[in-house]
Nanobody, 114 residues
C-alpha cells in the first residue's frame, strides 16, 4: 500500500488549509485512515483518525477546528484544518491501518506563521 499526501504549505495564524491522502496498491480493506503530526523537537502525535464506518477521533488540541473525512471508494482521506495556530506547525503524516499492517505516507509540511 502506498500513501500519497498532498496539500500543506504556509498559512497565517487563523487561516485554513486542507490535506488529502490517497492510498494505492493492493488494498483489501483499510480500517483506519488518518493523520499524525510531528512538530519540531516533539514526538509524533495523533491528530485525527477515521474508521471506515465514519467514526472519527481527534486530538484534544485540534477538536472543533479540524475535520477529517474519508471517501472509501477512492481510498482517500481528507483533513480540513481551520483556525490554525502556530503550534500547528508540523510535518503531517498520512496513516492507514489494514489487516496486513500499518502504512505511512511521506509527510507533508504545514507551517503556520505570519
Amino acid at each position: 500500500v502506498q500513501l500519497q499526501a498532498s496539500g500543506g504549505g504556509l498559512v497565517q495564524p487563523g487561516g485554513s488549509l486542507g490535506l488529502s491522502c490517497a492510498a494505492s496498491g493492493t488494498i483489501f480493506r483499510i480500517t483506519i485512515m488518518g493523520w499524525y503530526r510531528q512538530a519540531p523537537g516533539k514526538p509524533r502525535e495523533m491528530a485525527a483518525l477515521i474508521r471506515s464506518s465514519g467514526r472519527s477521533n481527534y486530538a484534544d488540541s485540534v477538536r472543533g477546528r479540524f475535520t477529517i473525512s474519508r471517501d472509501n471508494a477512492k481510498n482517500t482521506v481528507y483533513l480540513q484544518m481551520n483556525s490554525l495556530k502556530p503550534e500547528g506547525t508540523a510535518v503531517y503524516h498520512c496513516y492507514a491501518s489494514t489487516p496486513s499492517g500499518d502504512y505511512w505516507g511521506q509527510g507533508t509540511l504545514v507551517t503556520v506563521s505570519s
